[in-house]
């Protein structure tokens, strides 16, 4: 049988349920229509999509790869994909293949288009409950005290950043303290060698006009009084009855908290609530909740999926409105911030910001955050020498009229004048259209869409399936950032007028190559 016909012919197929070893596992093939591109898994696939014409074979089961994922794929023939538990997929031979062990693969056509699958899924699966997260994560930048200060994370220095920033030209917005803080994982109290005062810090930075979160994750040190405490509540994750598992993580070993048990769930909540009450915090960057760290081995209070387990950590940031995540499972639809993993700094990176974040949109993550801009290793802001500054002002211009934008590394002292006036102008520029983007938000949040959407969501016919460095922010806003080294790029703009950032207006389609100096983002507003 030839391809052409198996994939119409696959079109009718259904769930096939296949028993091996005792094991029920759920599989579908579908052969791919002609031009179909796909969409979905897991946020940092995004380079790699739009799947289909190249042979590749994913497992989400237990694996976030750094960032959010869904059991949901779409594609841009509208048709969908989705499972209430992980799956693994594959695109080879002109064909998708879905397996599941033991649970239901759903599909359908519900339309002829991306946004046709896209909203029928959202609508079925992971329908909006209509809220937004704190409202102040997108009217300014956002400012996290990692590069800065890295482990060093202390009273004078925080303060020191905060000035800096309004010292400096920018608008005060939301500070996030970062790791080190604290005592020690799991004891959610300011460390008294580094915060001599805690509650005036918070009292000076309000005043500034901050809001401020602190980092958080789900870890315990074992050699602290608050294991101890839990451990005789059996509020870990043990290896074996009565001992807890040393989960390795990327700050050495600790035990972790088993949030399907209401009491670790209460504690954790609890604490993250005193400080709230005793120092004034606003919310929260909730770290480490990696789907990897849940070893399906571990004995738990409720038998869960590691998945299942990791979404129970996502669940913790519904009472928070001040939230943000880097790992997140199946919380479309909910009023959580999700960032990007840390980026290198390097061009290549940079690169994966468009893709990333319209992949990420297309899992039902409607409130996105770039990572840091100029990238999220600390180690390459230590040398001077090292530092290209064009990409970081680039780098700016991409999350510029993106949902969201947050710096770390302070401009000011990494930047030449004329660099640290292109990164200010890119600001400026956030700062004109917040108003829209707030609009924008809260339109998203009642119809579940993406706010941040991929060319080909908006214009279905337009052929923009492939194309990786431009972006719609809404339906009436294209911005097409300088995503590497020059000056200069080429455009694809949609059918329709489009009044441009230099003020012409274009009728398109069309294509065309535009000049970009430093401080120019280039943008376009359907008229």
């Not at 030209?169 to 805690?198: A, C």
């Not at 005193?274 to 070893?295: I, N, W």
């Not at 279905?460 to 200069?488: C, H, R, W, Y």
């Amino acid at each position: 049988m030839n391809l052409y016909r198996l994939s119409w012919l696959s079109l009718f197929l259904t769930v096939l349920p296949v028993c091996a070893q005792n094991t029920m596992k759920s599989e579908l093939q579908l052969g791919l229509l002609p031009n179909e591109a796909w969409w979905g898994g897991a946020t940092t696939l995004g380079s790699k999509m739009p799947f289909g014409t190249v042979a590749l074979e994913i497992n989400l089961h237990g694996d976030n790869r750094g960032n959010q994922y869904a059991p949901l794929l779409v594609s841009s023939k509208g048709r969908y994909v989705w499972c209430d538990q992980a799956f693994a997929f594959s695109f080879k031979d002109n064909v998708l293949r879905v397996t599941s062990t033991g649970n239901a693969i759903l599909y359908g056509q519900p339309g002829q288009t991306l946004r046709d699958a896209y909203r029928y899924a959202s609508k079925s699966f992971f329908p909006t409950d209509g809220k937004l997260p704190a409202r102040e994560l997108f009217a300014a930048p956002q400012y996290n005290t990692w590069i800065e200060l890295m482990y060093d994370q202390n009273q004078k220095d925080v303060l020191k950043y905060a000035h800096a920033i309004i010292d400096n030209g920018l608008p005060p917005g939301v500070l996030m303290i970062d790791d080190n803080w604290q005592e020690d994982y799991g004891k959610w109290t300011f460390h008294p060698g580094r915060f001599s005062d805690p509650k005036a810090m918070m009292q000076e930075l309000h005043t500034l006009g901050f809001k401020v979160m602190l980092w958080v994750c789900p870890f315990v040190s074992p050699d602290c009084d608050v294991y101890r405490a839990l451990a005789k509540k059996k509020a870990f994750f043990m290896a074996k009855p009565g001992d807890p598992a040393m989960v390795s993580w990327w700050n050495g070993k600790s035990a972790m908290l088993d949030l399907s048990n209401p009491v670790a769930k209460d504690w954790f909540t609890g604490e993250l609530t005193r400080l709230q009450t005793v120092y004034g915090v606003d919310g929260y960057k909730l770290d480490a909740g990696d789907s990897t760290f849940y070893k399906e081995t571990y004995l738990a209070h409720e038998k869960l999926t590691a998945d299942e387990h990791a979404g129970r950590f996502g669940e913790i940031g519904l009472s928070f409105p001040f939230n943000e995540y880097r790992a997140c499972w199946k919380l479309a639809g909910r009023p959580l911030v999700q960032r990007l993993r840390d980026k290198s700094h390097n061009w290549e990176d940079l690169g994966k910001l468009i893709p990333d974040l319209t992949a990420v949109g297309l899992l039902g993550y409607a409130f996105v955050c770039p990572d840091l801009i100029g990238g999220g290793e600390f180690q390459s802001f230590l040398d001077q020498k090292t530092i290209d500054q064009d990409l970081v002002v680039r780098s700016a211009q991409t999350h510029a009229l993106s949902p969201m934008m947050q710096f770390s590394v302070a401009p000011w002292r990494v930047l030449d004048p004329a660099h640290l006036d292109a990164v200010k102008k890119s600001v400026a520029l956030r700062m004109r259209f917040t108003p829209r983007i707030l609009k924008l938000a809260e339109a998203c949040a009642a119809s579940g869409e993406p706010m941040l959407r991929h060319m080909a969501y908006v214009f279905p016919e337009g052929g923009f399936e492939n194309v990786k460095d431009q972006f719609m922010l809404g339906d009436d806003l294209l911005v097409a950032p300088m995503i590497s080294k020059g000056t200069s790029r080429s455009v694809r703009i949609p059918k329709g007028q489009w009044k441009g950032d230099d003020g012409g207006v274009i009728e398109g389609p069309r294509e065309l190559t535009i000049d970009v100096p430093l401080a120019r983002l280039p943008h376009f507003e359907r008229q």
